[in-house]
């Protein structure tokens, strides 16, 4: 039973800064990474912060400098420290994680409900 339980979501001002959490739980065999998408109203999902296969964070261009991924292995909490907020940053924020279950032989992706960010004045 894997869950992933979002939080830090809310209204901001421009320049303002923000940090989401999701705590991930379940029977887990082994986890290969978790990460942050978003997407805005009209738009397609897009990766907002994510390790790689070599655990090198990759950003999105439009992120870059201004937002962080961090992660507590202790207790399988990932962050994402926002900085500098934009309008263009209003989005839903999805948590996600992609990992082996218990029992399983296979990685799945599993994802959060979503946390709204809005930034505006």
């Known amino acids: 039973q894997v869950q992933l339980v979002e939080s830090g979501g809310g209204l901001v001002q421009p320049g303002g800064s923000l940090r989401l959490s999701c705590v991930l739980s379940?029977?887990?065999?082994?986890?290969?990474?978790m990460g942050w998408y978003r997407q805005a109203p009209g738009k397609q999902r897009e990766l907002v912060a994510v390790?790689?296969?070599?655990?090198?964070?990759q950003y999105a261009d439009s992120v870059k400098g201004r937002f962080t991924l961090s992660r507590d292995h202790a207790t399988n909490t990932v962050y994402l420290q926002m900085s500098s907020l934009k309008p263009e940053d209003t989005a839903v924020y999805y948590c996600?994680?992609?990992?082996?279950?218990?029992?399983?032989?296979?990685?799945?992706?599993?994802w959060g409900q979503g946390t709204q960010v809005t930034v505006s004045s």
């Open positions: 390790p790689d296969n070599r655990n090198i964070t």
């Open positions: 996600y994680v992609n990992l082996v279950p218990l029992g399983s032989h296979y990685s799945d992706d599993y």
């Open positions: 379940g029977s887990i065999f082994r986890l290969n990474a």
